[in-house]
Nanobody, 122 residues
Framework: QAHLEESGGGRVQAGGSLRLSCTAP????????MGWFRKAPGKEREFVAG???????TQYADPVKGRFTVSRDGGSAVYLQMNDLKPADTAVYYC????????????????WGQGTQVTVSS
């Protein structure tokens, strides 16, 4: 059972930035595509961004396009740079591992992290 750890969440004012990180202590995830999901209170968990195992394909949900950037450091870490944050971005953000970005967007997940809270105040 892989263990994914997120970090970097916190509280920020609207227009601010945060950078989330995800690692798998004790192992690498070179062969996994990695994604970020979020769950806001009263809403279902939704796909935010994903990056292919090869690093050459990324995909974003429409609400975050142009503001969020997903990247990876090979198989050691994956990041989500979040700029121009809005109160609507407030959620628990989860790191996830899967086979391809397409599979991630369909919710076909190998492993989930425990989540990190992001709160954006107006």
């Amino acid at each position: 059972q892989a263990h994914l750890e997120e970090s970097g969440g916190g509280r920020v004012q609207a227009g601010g930035s945060l950078r989330l990180s995800c690692t798998a202590p004790g192992r690498t995830f070179n062969s996994w595509s990695m994604g970020w999901f979020r769950k806001a209170p009263g809403k279902e968990r939704e796909f935010v961004a994903g990056i292919q195992w090869s690093g050459d394909i990324t995909q974003y949900a429409d609400p975050v396009k142009g503001r969020f950037t997903v990247s990876r450091d090979g198989g050691s870490a994956v990041y989500l740079q979040m700029n121009d944050l809005k109160p609507a971005d407030t959620a628990v953000y989860y790191c996830a591992a899967g086979g391809t970005v397409a599979q991630l967007t369909k919710g076909e997940i190998f492993y989930w992290g425990q989540g990190t809270q992001v709160t954006v105040s107006s």
